[in-house]
């Protein structure tokens, strides 16, 4: 087993039992809300961004521990924009180093086999050159992988929650989550990435969106390896075919991609996300 490998099945472990820290015997978020100095609580807001940074927060000090116990020490990213939002060093050897991000998001409540999806890092500046070290902690090619701890949730929603109304602490326990019944995974990124962009026009990677491929690493990119998903990404959009119409394209697309390389599509995992 590899270094990498070792670290990755470490990580999943851990993953596997986070659940029990943060959800009650009936699948809600133990975290109700904000507590005030006069002991109000005021309901935290289905925010997306919102959720995830308390989640992050909530999830910190298991991550912590976790990292002590393996051997290794955390340094958090220096900014909100840095890449990747940890990173563990190893405590006795800096040379080895692992990127973590943490991925939130929520279940399709109309197709449940289906998530909204997730961004897996830029394809930008320190993708392409690895000695960059611009919106990065440590520079790319430094790490010895990229990995995320994945949270796939279920929001409530309706009348169960009411984010106008304050409680007090004497009230704690009926209060509803806003979020229940967490997922918790880990993977390489590489593993469950799309061909697809991540979010409008900034340079990120896209995710899959199927649950079941999520959990079990089946991204498009998962039989290619992970050198087609570099050499993708770092030429995502910018090598110019022939549209067959007469006209040119830019190649956007994995099939497009691994053709124009000669490579064997038949190792293209389909996306089943619809």
């Not at 924009?81 to 180093?97: E, Q, R, T």
């Not at 500046?125 to 611009?134: A, G, I």
């Not at 593993?191 to 900034?202: E, L, R, W, Y």
Request: charge should be neutral; glycine fraction near 8%.
């Amino acid at each position: 087993m590899t270094r990498k490998e070792e670290f990755g099945a470490k990580l999943t472990e851990m993953v596997s039992i986070l659940r029990q820290y943060i959800s009650t015997d009936d699948g809600q978020w133990t975290v109700k809300g904000f507590i005030d100095c006069f002991k109000n609580i005021y309901t935290i807001s289905s925010d997306t961004k919102v959720i995830s940074k308390i989640l992050e927060i909530h999830l910190f000090p298991h991550i912590l521990k976790f990292a002590h116990n393996i051997g290794y020490k955390l340094v958090l990213a220096e900014h909100q924009n840095y890449y990747p939002d940890i990173s563990f060093v190893k405590s006795d050897d800096d040379s080895i180093k692992f990127a973590v991000d943490y991925k939130t998001t929520y279940r399709d409540q109309n197709k449940p086999h289906l998530c909204n999806g997730f961004t897996l890092g830029s394809h930008g500046e320190y993708f392409e050159n690895r000695t960059s070290t611009k919106n990065i902690q440590f520079p790319y090619a430094s790490y010895s992988g990229h990995f995320c701890v994945g949270i796939i949730y279920e929001r409530i929603c309706g009348a169960a929650i009411d984010e106008t109304k304050t409680h007090h602490i004497d009230e704690l326990h009926s209060i509803a989550s806003v979020v229940k019944n967490f997922q918790f995974f880990a993977a390489e990124k590489w593993t469950i990435a799309s061909d697809k962009g991540g979010s409008g026009n900034t340079a990120n990677i896209g995710s899959i969106k199927h649950i079941k491929s999520i959990i079990s690493g089946r991204g498009m990119f998962s039989m290619l390896g992970e050198h087609w998903f570099d050499d993708y990404w770092m030429n995502y959009k910018k090598i110019i075919i022939p549209d067959g119409k007469g006209g040119t394209k830019k190649i956007s697309t994995l099939k497009e991609f691994v053709e124009y390389k000669g490579g064997d599509t038949s190792l293209i995992v389909e996306t089943r996300d619809r």
